[in-house]
């Protein structure tokens, strides 16, 4: 059973579109993240809400929005794709809020804009 | 902009021998570090946590704390092939975020 699932796995899509990935845990955990990880393995928070409350928003463009309609599920949209969205992007949960519990990650979303 | 800086590697090692990964950080407040591994293609999972000065130990894998210098390390013992990994070092931020490095990639040869 897995923990953390996130869908699709793949998108390969064009410039200027609209994609979405979800995510959900059955972990039980209160807190949930959205991490881009670039070609170079670089691991970068993108959000965090703890219990439906966004806690952590970092410079992101505002074409990234997520949303969290419960404690089990964050959603990504992204809006009007670049080509510099190309990553893999991770969903993570963890027990706790803050920076000290340990990340539970979903296998990734390897989003490639062409 | 706080920083969590390793070397890309690969860091090649023969089979048995120890694997050392290191990293240093530059907020002087972080009170937190982990290493995460990462096989390739597949997500981070959590290894070992450290909160304090000196070494901990957890099965072939020590992490070492040196807050003074700004530095952590990890040592893996009887490095196997199946160590091949990225290893990511993470450090605290604040009390909400965790600051990763870019990782280094390590490969044990037989």
């Known amino acids: 059973d897995t923990a953390v699932s996130q869908t699709p796995k793949y998108l390969v899509t064009q410039m200027g579109n609209d994609k979405s990935i979800k995510c959900e845990q059955n972990l039980g955990h209160d807190t949930m993240y959205w991490y881009k990880q670039d070609s170079k393995k670089f691991l970068k928070i993108m959000f965090s809400y703890n219990n439906k409350e966004l806690i952590i928003n970092e410079t992101v463009p505002n074409r990234f929005s997520p949303k969290s309609p419960d404690k089990a599920h964050l959603n990504l949209h992204i809006n009007s794709l670049e080509l510099g969205d190309s990553a893999v992007y991770f969903c993570?949960?963890?027990?706790?809020?803050?920076?000290?519990?340990?990340?539970?990650f979903g296998e990734g979303s390897r989003l490639t804009v062409l | 902009q706080k920083e969590v800086e390793q070397n890309s590697g690969p860091l090649s090692v023969p089979e048995g021998a120890i694997a050392s990964l290191n990293c240093t950080y530059s907020d002087r407040v972080s009170q937190s570090f982990f290493w995460y591994r990462q096989y390739s293609g597949k997500s981070p999972e959590l290894i070992m946590s450290?909160?304090?000065?000196g070494d901990k130990e957890d099965g072939r894998f020590t992490a070492q704390l040196n807050k003074a210098s700004q530095y952590v390390s990890l040592l893996i013992r009887d490095s196997q092939p199946s160590d091949s990994a990225t290893y990511l070092c993470a450090v605290t931020y604040n009390t909400d975020k965790l600051i990763f490095g870019t990782g280094t990639r390590l490969q044990v040869f037989p």
């Open positions: 450290i909160y304090s000065n």
């Open positions: 993570a949960s963890s027990q706790g809020r803050g920076a000290t519990w340990e990340l539970f």
